[in-house]
């Protein structure tokens, strides 16, 4: 009942009522330490009260748990040394990381707490440390494996066609080879490497994937942007792809091309998902994903609405016409691609001046045109802006998510010798067996008599100024007289309340 409790009041609207109850239930824990607290018990979702703060974005209470927390070590002057418990922070030995948790809710106020202490040092320390260095190699090792794939695939095994054509149209010279001539000479024999790799790649990148879409579920692995999710989709499909290819190889299909070809695009595509690693690139790939995922994919139902009316009735215009003269509209697949070519302006109307066009052709494609080109178009322009202004007031926060879910992702696949814990372990201190990061904090003794100095420069009357700039002009000749030279101001320079006010904190200094 006290663990629901503690649940309960972490969604309490009313932070500082929410704090002091907390407060109170813990005092009355016997289980103070110890996987028996009431701090430490998970509800249904596996959350604890401290993981649930952070996923709801209750930056308050997340505030108030970690001041709970922290150890002062040692003060100096103006220096304090803090010890953060970053047990249930660190995602090094978390099933249910608290930073995956994070950057993976819809809420935008949680990803607000990426900029709280000790979050930020924690993130920061393990990025600039090991993600950045691991992420820059594993970004070139990829290139250089698409690079091989793409090579693979230009010098792949091809004849001279020996059959007659079947059509005037048919502009067919080269087709496959069999696998009994595929690997013959040196070259075959180097490119029979190339592929080896590319395959295998293929296959760690499935198996590196599907763990994780097991772990996390398809919906939510798939689903979250910040996480990866469209690239996920991406990658997983380009891998199939390849072993789609190889098994057309292996018995001699015809028509390994198409999947080739997907696999090309889809790799290539696969690129931008290292943008992340770059604050400048990074917030483009979530734009371009927000872009083709919500506008882009809405407009395509309209898109396709009108392209198949459109297309078939260029097809029935034309169904009389002379191919050879007009063979845009030859047949339906064509007059449907053709029709796509039109709607996004890439060619012009089909027109044949040397021959008489349809009458029908020119009302349907003025219609067509008012259609796609003026009204369309521009609304899709119009939603891809509304996108664009959405993601550009939010991209600094949207890159650290980046980071935060790269840097969580590398800690998991890597092996534990290449990404050791960070931090310092309580024992270290006598605290136990619990995680803390070190932070050194500055405490600035002045800082908060200077905030009422500015607090009363800004309330003073401005009537009341003349009679004490006299007196505030005779103090300033007997102090600065020495440096009068150095900041003594014109006498022609109007006396402000501003002014006023730095004469007061140079006279107390």
Not at 390 to 398: G, K, P, S, Y
């Amino acid at each position: 009942i006290g663990n629901t409790v503690l649940h309960i009041l972490v969604l309490q609207p009313n932070k500082t009522f929410a704090c002091h109850m907390y407060s109170l239930i813990l005092s009355y824990d016997r289980n103070k330490e110890g996987p028996g607290s009431l701090e430490l018990i998970p509800n249904n979702e596996g959350l604890t009260p401290f993981k649930l703060a952070g996923v709801e974005g209750n930056t308050v209470m997340f505030q108030y748990l970690m001041q709970k927390r922290k150890q002062n070590l040692w003060s100096f002057g103006p220096l304090t040394t803090v010890l953060y418990d970053i047990t249930e922070i660190d995602s090094w030995a978390e099933d249910q990381s608290f930073l995956e948790l994070i950057v993976s809710t819809k809420k935008r106020e949680a990803r607000q707490i990426l900029d709280l202490t000790p979050v930020k040092e924690l993130v920061s320390l393990k990025w600039n440390m090991y993600g950045r260095p691991y992420f820059c190699f594993l970004a070139l090792f990829y290139i250089l494996y698409m690079v091989c794939f793409t090579m693979c695939c230009v010098y792949r095994p091809l004849k001279p066609r020996t059959g007659n054509k079947t059509s005037s149209r048919d502009n067919t010279v080269y087709v496959q080879k069999m696998l009994q001539e595929s690997y013959v000479s040196y070259e075959d024999e180097l490119r029979l490497v190339g592929e080896l790799i590319t395959v295998i790649g293929a296959v760690v990148i499935l198996i590196l994937e599907i763990p994780d879409i097991l772990r996390v579920g398809a919906a939510k692995y798939f689903g979250q942007t910040i996480l990866g999710g469209p690239f996920h989709i991406i990658v997983i499909t380009y891998a199939c792809m390849i072993l789609v290819t190889m098994v057309m190889r292996l018995t001699s299909t015809t028509g390994e091309v198409v999947p080739m070809s997907f696999a090309l695009v889809l790799g290539w595509c696969n690129v931008m998902y290292f943008a992340r690693g770059f604050q400048m690139l990074g917030p483009f790939t979530i734009m371009i994903q927000k872009m083709i995922f919500g506008d882009l994919m809405r407009f395509c139902w309209l898109m396709a609405v009108v392209i198949l009316g459109f297309a078939s009735a260029f097809y029935i215009i034309f169904q009389t016409e002379n191919p050879e003269n007009l063979g845009q509209f030859y047949n339906y697949p064509m007059s449907l691609f053709t029709t796509f070519e039109l709607f996004l302006t890439i060619i012009d109307g089909p027109a044949n001046y040397d021959v008489d066009l349809p009458f029908m052709y020119s009302v349907v494609y003025f219609a067509f045109a008012i259609i796609a080109a003026l009204l369309m178009l521009n609304l899709l322009i119009a939603m891809m802006g509304d996108t664009h202004w959405r993601v550009a007031h939010e991209q600094d926060e949207l890159w650290r998510a980046q980071v935060v879910a790269t840097t969580v992702m590398l800690e998991r696949k890597l092996p534990r010798c290449l990404w050791p814990r960070l931090g310092i372990c309580g024992r270290e201190y006598g605290l136990g067996d619990r995680w803390y990061l070190r932070i050194e904090d500055r405490v600035d003794p002045n800082k908060h008599k200077m905030m009422r100095y500015a607090e009363a420069f800004k309330a003073q009357d401005r009537d009341n100024y003349d009679k004490g700039s006299e007196k505030l002009e005779i103090n300033r000749d007997i102090l600065y007289k020495k440096e009068m030279s150095a900041l003594s101001l014109s006498r022609s320079t109007s006396r402000t309340s501003s002014h006023r006010g730095w004469e007061i904190l140079r006279r107390n200094t």
